[in-house]
């Protein structure tokens, strides 16, 4: 019967919505999985880098990487409201909040001084900041109120390093030596939530000890 069918029709898409609620809000947020913590070989980073010409300019290309993937639309920042200054700056901070903050764990320099022990990496960024990475480490890491979670560990000759924030970026470092180890190559990629990828290569020709 018509009326029948219609009612049916609607029970069953009730029903595939109220599943499709359920599913959506059974999602479980992604983990990254631990890596090989034993050093390949005879495989060592150490020694004293400095940046190729072509690569001192790549924070801008760095910032546009982050700007696409961050999952931060600008007028979502920057949209005009008659309400008080407060309220914009609170709700722009909300919109923040709501994308991609791993990009703040990153740490850029031209010299780097990088120092390989059984157990982890050291790198001095411009005699600045050091930043460790532990081989085989899976742990959370934090800088204030932010938090991700960073795997460590070794792909082949590559060391990988990835950090997932809450919001679901992911931050990728890639680190490999070339040409009879007098290169390093540092690649650095930016995973949106919806796995859009923006990467970066650095490349650090090694130098006697300044």
Not at 162 to 171: E, H, I, P, S, V
Request: proline content about 2%; some cysteine; glycine content about 8%.
């Amino acid at each position: 019967m018509p009326g029948h069918t219609g009612q049916n029709t609607m029970y069953r898409t009730c029903k595939l919505a109220a599943l499709a609620l359920v599913v959506g809000a059974c999602v479980t947020p992604e983990v990254l999985e631990p890596r090989i913590g034993i050093v390949p070989g005879d495989v060592d980073l150490s020694g004293y880098w400095n940046i190729r010409a072509d690569g001192r300019n790549s924070q801008s290309r760095i910032r546009a990487a982050i700007h696409k993937t961050d999952g931060v639309e600008d007028d979502e920042l920057f949209k005009k409201s008659n309400r008080q200054t407060s309220s914009q700056g609170r709700r722009s901070r909300d919109s923040r909040a709501k994308g991609g903050l791993v990009f703040v764990f990153l740490e850029l320099g031209e010299r780097l001084k990088v120092t390989q022990t059984k157990h982890g990496l050291f790198i001095s960024f411009d005699r600045s900041i050091v930043e460790e990475f532990r081989f085989g480490e899976d742990r959370m890491i934090s800088v204030g109120q932010i938090e991700a979670q960073r795997v460590t560990g070794w792909e082949g000759d590559t060391l990988v390093v990835d950090t997932l924030d809450r919001n679901g970026m992911k931050l990728t470092e890639r680190f490999r030596l070339l040409q009879n180890d007098q290169v390093m190559e540092r690649t650095i990629i930016f995973r949106s939530k919806k796995q859009d990828l923006e990467s970066i290569v650095q490349l650090f020709d090694r130098v006697v000890e300044p």
